[in-house]
Structures are given as C-alpha cells and as structure tokens.
T-cell receptor, first 109, second 116 residues
Framework: GQNIDQPTEMTATEGAIVQINCTYQ??????LFWYQQHAGEAPTFLSY??LDGLEEKGRFSSFLSRSKGYSYLLLKELQMKDSASYLC??????????WGAGTKLIIKP | NAGVTQTPKFQVLKTGQSMTLQCAQD?????MSWYRQDPGMGLRLIHY???????DQGEVPNGYNVSRSTTEDFPLRLLSAAPSQTSVYFC???????????????FGEGSRLTVL
C-alpha cells in the first residue's frame, strides 16, 4: 500500500529552527509537496520538489532524497504565525496526490 | 479574483437527507477535485475532474456524486447522508490536468458538515 509518515506534533521556540520530516512509500513518484494549514483554514502551497536536493524559499526550505523516500521541511527564524499543520503529499505514478496526516507545529514564545 | 469559493461553510444534516456542496473557481482551471479531511488522517480524494464533462472517482467515492457541466463549477452531492460522512470537505483546483506541473492546488475555505 501507499504510505506517508510524518510526526503528529512538534513544539519549537520562537526564533529557533525546526525540521519536519516526511517519509513515503508510494507506487511511483512524480514530486513531493508541502502545504501549510492554519487551524480552521484551507491548506496553502509551500513547496514542490521533484529532484534530489534542497529548495530554498525565504525562511522555508524543503529537501528531497528520492532514493531514501525522504523529505524534510526546514523552517528558520520561527514566528508565532508559523503555528500550523504542515502537510506532506506525494504525486504517485498515476498523478494522484497521496497525503500524510500532517504535523501540528506549536510555537512557544 | 475570488479563487475557489465553497458553500455552505457549515451544514448540519439528519441521517438520510441529501444535499449539495457547491464549488466554483474563477481561474479557468481544468482540474477540480473534492477532498474530505478527518482528524488524524490525510486528505482523501473523493472525486475529481480534468475538464468539463469528465469526472472520475478518487479514493473514497461511495455515497457521493459529482458532475462538471462547466469549467467553473464542480458540485458534490451527498445522496443519503450518514454519520460517517461527518467531515470537513475541501474543493481544490489546479491549472493543469493530470500533471500538476506547478504543484499548486488552490483550495476553497472548506465546508464543515455534521450528520446526526
């Protein structure tokens, strides 16, 4: 079966750095996505990786290793507004998105 | 630009009732989809469409119907509501068909449905 694993919850301190991991086992791979979802709101797109390596976008970076079935989202200089759930999703060989359950990130002052 | 608009935002139904969740997008996107989101689970695809007149089933289609008569609209119908359909429903669209080249799905604000 297809599976996406992420930690259920993480806690970090304002101003610090946090890494949210995602491991996947899917039938084929056509890219990995990270979305941010604030409580009670819709998911919004953060990043897309299809090749191995690190993609940087301001305070957020996303890393992919296809051989290891592994990705992480790195958030730097954490702000209170970064408190949200972070969803990892993989596009499989049929171009269908397989979603992880999400990681709830709690930021403490 | 309104983006993706879903209505209603909240709905309470009794078991056996039917209803339609509306979804409209003004971005001329070919791809539209319906997801449900339940606590502790990833988003699950209910139905999707790659263009007007074309629909297909996702992972959890039972109990739901869709149609796509125009590019803009993609309503989701619950035929006979059951408590297991209590969930948050999201409509999402993308500018591409089966290949999400940009990786960006645009989501509506969600519809919170409770079935008693």
């Amino acid at each position: 079966g297809q599976n996406i694993d992420q930690p259920t919850e993480m806690t970090a301190t304002e101003g610090a750095i946090v890494q949210i991991n995602c491991t996947y086992q899917t039938s084929g791979f056509n890219g990995l996505f990270w979305y941010q979802q604030h409580a009670g709101e819709a998911p919004t797109f953060l990043s897309y990786n299809v090749l191995d390596g690190l993609e940087e976008k301001g305070r957020f970076s996303s890393f992919l290793s296809r051989s290891k079935g592994y990705s992480y989202l790195l958030l730097k200089e954490l702000q209170m507004k970064d408190s949200a759930s972070y969803l990892c999703a993989v596009l499989d060989s049929n171009y269908q998105l397989i979603w992880g359950a999400g990681t709830k990130l709690i930021i403490k002052p | 630009n309104a983006g993706v608009t879903q209505t209603p935002k909240f709905q309470v139904l009794k078991t056996g009732q039917s209803m339609t969740l509306q979804c409209a997008q003004d971005m001329n996107h070919e791809y539209m989809s319906w997801y449900r989101q339940d606590p502790g689970m990833g988003l699950r695809l209910i139905h999707y469409s790659v263009g007007a007149g074309i629909t297909d089933q996702g992972e959890v289609p039972n109990g739901y119907n869709v149609s796509r008569s125009t590019t803009e609209d993609f309503p989701l119908r619950l035929l006979s509501a059951a408590p297991s359909q209590t969930s948050v429903y999201f409509c999402a669209s993308s500018s591409t068909g089966t290949e999400l080249n940009t990786g960006e799905l645009f989501f509506g604000e969600g519809s919170r449905l409770t079935v008693l």
